[in-house]
Structures are given as C-alpha cells and as structure tokens.
C-alpha cells in the first residue's frame, strides 16, 4: 500500500536540507507539491482506483527529485549546460542513493515508477512502453507541463529561465522554424532565454489529455505569461515572434476543445 501522506512528510524533511530561501529551490519544491495535486486530478479524471491515483502523486513527488542537487551545484535548471539529465538523476536519487526506502516498504512499483519519471522530461515517450506505465508517463508528462504554465506566470523570471542574461537577446529563427514544422524544440538548440521561450508553447503540443486544454483556455496562462515577455524582454523581434506562436497555439488549442465537444 502506498502511503501518500508520509510520502509527502519525507519529502519535506529531504528538502529541508537545501537552502529554501533560494529562489529556484523554492519554486521547486512548490512546483512538485502542485504535479502531485495535478497528478491526483488527472488520474482521478481517468476513473482510476484509489492506490493509482496515490501512485500517481507519487510519481509526482519523485519526478524531479533530482533537481535540488543540480541547482544546488550549478543554480540552474539546464540540463544541457550542467551535463545532468534531471530524470536520470532523480532515479540515482531514489534508487542507488536509497532515498526510495524512505518513502516505500515495497517494490512492486519499482518498474512504472523508473519509466514515468525516466520519460517525463524526454522529447518523446520511448516507445514498447506496457500499458501501465505508458499511462503513468503520460500523467505525470501532463501534469507537469501543467504547473510549468502555471510557475512561468507567477515566479521570477531570473528563477524560472535557465540563464541570467535577459538583454541583447535573439531568438533563433531556425528554431522557430523548427518548432513550426515539427511541433517540437530540442533543449540542446536553446542557447538564450529568448529561445526559452519556444519550449513553453512547444510543450502544448505534447499534452496527452483533454482536460489540460480547458485548463489552458479557462486560465489563460501563455497570454499572461506574453504580458511578462514584454515586460523582461523589451525586444521587438522576441515579442512579435511570441506574439506569434500565441497565435498558433490558441487556434490548436481552439480545435483540441472542439473535438473534445
């Protein structure tokens, strides 16, 4: 049996041991506590038993658990610039440091646990999956790109992008071009805060379940989060390129709610 409860008491007394007063550790931790509200809402929209929806959340407290360790040493979330990848490392975490004994007594979840968190961050679901874990990858996909909508309208944008520099900036026109024809953007082609700002509209098209659409449309997350864009930025070219793929993904998510209804 899966006690969630202790679950999330362990994994407030595993931060505690980080600086909480740093900024990225705190959106951090704020952030996996809501995935794991996120990953309860979607497995209960699925109509999934009680000790699904409990594993379910914690997938979501585990997803990142990798990531304090990685902005404690290098105070930034780039997997790319730091040489961590953040799913990998937060199974080192839990399985070859231990921590998952903190949180577990058994380890007939080991399996769906190691495949959800490993695909969560990963440009594509890898394929083969059974169809368990397959559906607990695509929850916790969805649940965290939920709250990532929801962080890039409400923390610092100096805690939230993955480099210190918001001046002087271009956004790659190859990634643009990328992202329009393929729907995708590669985290090893961002080389600025302005090409940041692809990977978040990007992420739209990977969601898996209709409800996340009207959460989008209902909060209207990536229109606030152009607001910010001007504010930071201040760059025409970055903003009407923003203004653009604001364009794109609102009809894709006007079509995505229409077929729902």
């Not at 959106?27 to 996996?32: A, E, F, Q, S």
């Amino acid at each position: 049996m899966i006690d969630i409860e202790n679950a999330k008491k362990e994994f407030i007394k595993y931060v505690e041991q980080y600086d909480l007063t740093s900024g990225r550790i705190k959106l951090k931790v704020d952030h996996i506590l809501r995935v794991t509200e996120n990953s309860r809402y979607l497995a209960q929209e699925l109509n999934l038993e009680e000790e699904q929806i409990n594993l379910a959340e914690l997938i979501g407290l585990f997803h990142d658990i990798g990531r304090f360790e990685q902005v404690k040493q290098y105070d930034t979330f780039s997997d790319k610039d730091t040489g961590i990848d953040h799913a990998s490392y937060s199974l080192k975490v839990l399985y070859e440091d231990g921590l998952i004994k903190k949180f577990l007594n058994t380890n007939k979840y080991d399996y769906i646990i190691k495949k959800a968190v490993f695909n969560h961050n990963k440009a594509n679901i890898e394929e083969n999956l059974d169809e368990e874990s397959l559906l607990f990858s695509k929850i916790i996909r969805d649940a965290d790109k939920l709250d990532i909508f929801k962080v890039i309208n409400q923390d610092k944008m100096e805690d939230i992008f993955w480099y210190k520099e918001f001046e002087n900036l271009k956004i790659s026109k190859n990634l643009v071009q990328e992202f329009l024809n393929n729907k995708i953007v590669y985290y090893k082609d961002v080389k600025n805060n302005a090409d940041q700002i692809i990977t978040f509209f990007a992420y739209v098209y990977d969601l898996n379940f209709p409800s996340c659409f009207k959460i989008l449309k209902k909060h209207k997350y990536l229109e606030n989060f152009l607001i910010r864009v001007k504010k930071k930025f201040q760059n025409e070219e970055i903003i009407s390129t923003t203004k653009e793929l604001l364009n794109i993904i609102n009809n894709y998510i006007d079509e995505q709610i229409e077929n729902i209804e």
